[in-house]
């Protein structure tokens, strides 16, 4: 469970009294197991077992004697180790005892601290603050009737980071009557050391930097002596004593890493510097171990660049955030890239709080062709590489002042080793761009799961010329429990028997059904208790169960027993959200989601929530969204439900507001999710279960296996630093794994840690897919065809540019040329040779004039089919083309399209968006004639009239041919998935008349907005300017309710 890095600092604690210190980490690992198991036994059992009662007894043994250890000498080397580990001790007694004697007081007392307190104090010296501040989100503030419980308050504020609402308490103040004179002594020492508390506070925000010494002041007057007979006894008010000592240690320590020390980078204005870290005080006040470390190095200073690894939950942003603000106290502007609108969305939220002046109300634009935004450049422009990549073909210039470069989940750049992947081509071309554009700027690229990062860092520095470091820290705040569904090998030897008797009787080609209701067996978890798979030791695991009903298993078509495992982890979920855990189950496709969910929410007891507040706080955004949909019936949101769903055909609306209500508190406590959520989003989930080690594949419809890094990353979406510090992750594999005995593990278990747990968090070697590309390029023939996604990339590169974008300057600072250069690979240099030769070629063989080239250039069509778009064009009389409406040139353009294979190949370049045209023309989505399509595909033109003038979902789906359903699918991947493809292709008639009438000397001025904007007319579903404009002032507005507002 524990980091590699954790482990090692839980050995450094010195022995106690018998107590083993090389195997303790895996010791606090089973026991956190069992209390996992504990938390909600189905039969509500309170009895403590004997093993239990014996863990119980070394705990308080680790708790004591540690916390005395950390309190009688500081100046120990393993003292931060002492203070972690007796933290840890006493947190898992407070959750024994949380669940079995509830009752039992935690309040603070004159002779006496309770665990929880020493654990959020032992926690924060131990620099762990993540671990403090989810012990204070477990405990409910007091009303704060008496000074003790204010200081108990001001404790869970510290531990939360809530320094504001800490400084916000108004000590009480009373008078005291003549025989009260022990009660206003002890309460004195109370309000010191609250009074010291908040001036910790005051110091941590910057409002003060003068010296205090109440902890110390509190220390003397706990103390004190009584004289018996002719003896002077020492007696001591134990609680004061005990908490000032421990209080004192905190201050020194939080005050050492709080983030209002950062030293600002050179050449910086302090005064404005600290400003700025005032401003992330309030709301992260404490450096982590791993955030500290990165500062120390002065990345912080212009002209360092750095490559991070974090591991899921170690806290990147907040580093990013502190080289963000470096970067524009400096002049700069910065450029944050994203591989999804959802992580836009998020990141564009999360900047917003910190940097008042970014505008987060801007349209979610993506690579398509259009005016909007590609004028200039904000302070901090977050978009995805796709859209970068159209700005740097329409405008480079715009990038002049960009000093940073943030790529967030750079992985996106890895290259399959198996095909070429469109999206990792594009990302790591848009990389290679940007070296070449902004050369001066500084790059931080972020990703929790690459291992080569220190290779990527040497990298970026070569291409640069300045330095660039590596922050790949193993450290994180949070620890998650990998776990694994097993089964009794008794139970599935007697199922398995069952089916080959009823198999060698039954007639039918089907499995019976009542044989199918037959499979049930008991499933147990198997836990790992190492947080890394090591083969060479011993296995470290922990075989339980949660609950002693037995799970439906399935039977496929080929009469083989199989795990039923979208059934089977809604079964393991509903036993954690009915105990109160926020869980997230992964599932591998958006209709398994929604079944799943379904199943999930019918498993759950009715639960009195009350959303009131929430529905009334998103009443108008529930409107919106009514009024998009044409009813909330056919919304993914539903206040009625316990569980929500997260995956590809959610609106963006129903997106945040399924998070934001599994973020509430209250909120609900389930999301079924596809593997969208595992990129990035970051929600407060202590267990996630993931169904099944395999993933669909929805472009070609076949399953494949998930590699290491894709499970790490979900998995990695347990526990969240402030909520959840320990995780939990339980995997419900693809097959059935069983075991005969408890303390022999399964050999299957044993092949799935070897190939996915004995790797870190970091475990994806990037490979650059600019090999891949040169490969195949250089070994087709000069008459051999190249695939339209290689073409598209061949096009985009500049045959006849000025030196810096030259194939040959662009090439040469790949990730590959680096590489060859490291390995002395000559035959890199050969292939880019090649592949100019093919570009000039390409070239020479087909003359086209400079707006057909630069077209191509731009966009990477094909320059015959750009030529023969321009020749249909300009049939026309500009006067006509100036007057036509949205509609029109939707009419137009499917018109143009129609009966041509070659001209839908090359405008709808990747198989998912003509999966898409195939499916909405009522066609199979993946075994579609072509030619059908072409032959029908004048069909689409109503649909999307339908919504260029505003129909809604329900109105748009009623004209998809096919089956409908509760959700309006058909309209969903219409809209969703369709429409951004439609506008990538119809904005090249926008970049065709834009360069054809420059040429003819039009200002741009000039050029009607329809033809400049079309592709975000027709992206966003507005048949006006005015209508586009209003949904660009109006961002939280959906399309329908505009086009209504535009009624009145």
Known sequence: MYNLKTEDIIRQVPEIDGSETKNLP?????????????????????????????????????????????????????????????????????????????????????QVIPSWISSILLFLIGESPADAAEIAGRINVYKGDTIQEQLSNAIIFLAQGKL??????????????????????????????????????????????????????????????????????????????HLSILLNLVNEKLLSRGVINVKPPLNMDPTAWTTFLKKLAESRPYLWQNHYEAVQTGFLNSGNSAVMTFPTGAGKTTVAELKIASAIMSGSSVLYLVPTHALEDQINRDLKTLFDYLDTDLLEIGGEFTDLG??????????????????????????????????????????????????SL?????LLKLFIEVPKSDYLLISAMVENGEEIASWIA????????????????????????????????????????????????TVPKSLKDKMLATPYQIYNLRNIWNPSIPPDFFVNKLFNNKVKLEINPRWQLT????????????????????????????????????KLNDMLDDRNTNFGPFIQQN???????????????????????????????????????????????????????????????????????????????????????????????????????????????????????????????????????????????????????????????????????LRQDLNSLLLRLNATGIEKSSIKNIFNKSFSAFKAKQTGDETFSIKVEKLIVRRDNLAIDLIYDDVVEIVSLKTGIDPNIVQKLQKSLLKHDLSVLFGFSVIDWIFWFFHWLKDDEIRILEMFPNSTSRSQLARALGLKAQNYNLQDVATNIIQIVPILTAFINGKNYEEINNLIPGRSDQYLSKARNFIIKLIPQISFAIGVLSVIMKEHLVREEYQVEEIPFVIKNLASLVKEGFDTEEKLQYKITHRTLLRVQIHKEFMI
């Open 462 to 509: 070569q291409i640069t010329e300045r330095n660039c470091l590596t922050f790949d820290s193993k450290w994180k705040p949070t620890r998650q429990l990998h776990g694994c569904v097993i089964y009794p090998s008794l139970e599935i030897n007697e199922l398995e028997n069952e089916i080959t008797q009823v198999k060698s009787q039954h007639i039918g080609k």
């Open 164 to 241: 504001g609402a800490l400084r916000t308490i108004q000590p009480i103040i009373r008078e005291y009557d003549y025989n009260e004179t022990e009660i206003e002594a002890q309460d004195y020492l109370w309000l010191r050391l609250l009074l010291g508390v908040q001036r910790m506070a005051d110091s941590l925000l910057g409002i003060t930097n003068s010296p205090f010494q109440h902890f110390k002041e509190i220390i003397e007057l706990s103390e004190y002596e009584i004289d018996f007979y002719d003896e002077t006894i020492k007696s001591l008010y134990s609680g004061p004593y």
């Open 563 to 598: 795990t039923n495992r979208n059934e089977v982890a809604a079964e393991l979920a509903a036993f954690f959200i009915k105990s109160g855990i926020k869980t997230l189950v992964f599932v591998s496709n958006p209709i398994y989601a929604i079944s799943t969910a379904k």
């Open 619 to 785: 009443a108008r955004r529930l409107k919106s969204l009514e009024l998009e949909l044409g009813s909330l019936i056919y919304s993914f949101f539903n206040a009625d439900k316990q569980i929500a769903s997260h995956h590809g055909l959610l609106l963006p609306i129903e997106r945040q507001l399924n998070e934001l209500l599994f973020r509430f508190s209250d909120g609900i406590h389930g999301i079924v999710a596809t593997a969208t959520l595992a990129q990035g989003i970051n929600l407060p989930a202590e267990v996630v279960i993931i169904a099944g080690d395999d993933r669909f594949d929805e472009d070609t419809e076949v399953s494949e296996k998930l590699l290491a890094h894709e499970i790490l990353n979900a998995a990695g979406r347990a526990g969240r630093a402030g909520t959840a510090a320990q995780g939990v992750v339980i995997l419900v594999p693809g097959q059935v794994i069983s075991f005969s005995r408890k303390f022999d593990p399964p050999i299957s278990w044993i092949k799935m840690q070897q190939r996915v747990f004995s790797k870190s968090d970091q475990c994806l070697t990037i490979n650059d897919p600019i090999t891949q590309f040169l490969d195949e390029v250089s070994a087709a023939s000069a008459e051999q065809e």
């Open 374 to 423: 590609s004028a200039s450049l904000e302070i901090i422009n977050v978009m995805t590489p796709e859209r970068c990549l159209t700005l740097l073909a329409m405008n480079p210039d715009s990038f002049e002042n960009i000093g940073l470069v943030v790529f967030d989940e750079f992985h996106l750049i890895n290259g399959r080793t198996e095909k070429i992947d469109k999206r």
């Open 26 to 110: 895996q010791y606090l690992t089973k026991v956190y197991a069992k209390i996992v198991s504990v938390r909600k036994r189905v039969n509500g059992s309170k009895i403590i077992s004997e093993e239990l009662q014996e863990d119980i007894s070394e705990l308080r043994k680790l708790a004591n004697n540690l916390e005395s250890l950390v309190i009688l000498n500081q100046s120990r080397n393993d003292y931060v180790s002492a203070a972690f580990v007796a933290g840890t001790a006493h947190n898992l007694l407070q959750m024994i005892r949380d669940h079995y004697s509830p009752s039992v007081s935690n309040e603070l007392g004159i």
């Open 426 to 430: 594009d990302a790591m071309y848009c």
